[in-house]
């Protein structure tokens, strides 16, 4: 099965921090293709730059892709016009206006791939067609 992890997911496992079992069964199960958004790339870029996260390994921007595609064995799905057309329809729920969840949730709703995240705004997308599992 294919399954989108959120900003948030990548950084728990980039600082291996504690991740659910149920999570976890899934990310670990080899069977299962596991995608980070593009955006989410930026976004963690970011995060590593500022010192908000910091990868359990050795980390350089020129790296970020060998980091998470070789040693998390995880996919990028990078942002198509498909997904920018879901955003460009996407409702925005009370209390969250972040450009950049939107964006990774319009690609999960394009794409029909259950979103893995810890944000607690994120369920208010279901009405949208968002299949939602909580990183708690």
Do not use: C, W
Request: hydrophobic fraction near 35%; aromatic fraction near 10%.
């Amino acid at each position: 099965m294919r399954y989108l992890i959120d900003t948030n997911v990548l950084a728990n496992i980039a600082e291996d921090k504690y991740i659910p079992n149920d999570v976890d069964a899934i990310l670990d199960d080899y069977e299962n293709q596991i995608y980070v958004s593009s955006e989410s790339v930026k976004e963690f870029i970011q995060l590593v730059q500022t010192g908000r996260v910091v990868p359990k390994s050795s980390f350089r921007s020129l790296d970020v892709f060998d980091l998470i595609e070789n040693e998390f064995g995880l996919n990028v799905k990078y942002v198509t016009k498909e997904h920018l057309r879901t955003l460009s329809k996407l409702e925005t729920v009370e209390g969250h206006n972040d450009p950049n969840d939107r964006l990774i949730i319009s690609q999960a709703i394009t794409e029909k791939i259950p979103l893995i995240s810890s944000d607690t705004k994120f369920p208010q997308y279901k009405k949208f067609g968002l299949n939602f599992i909580p990183n708690r």
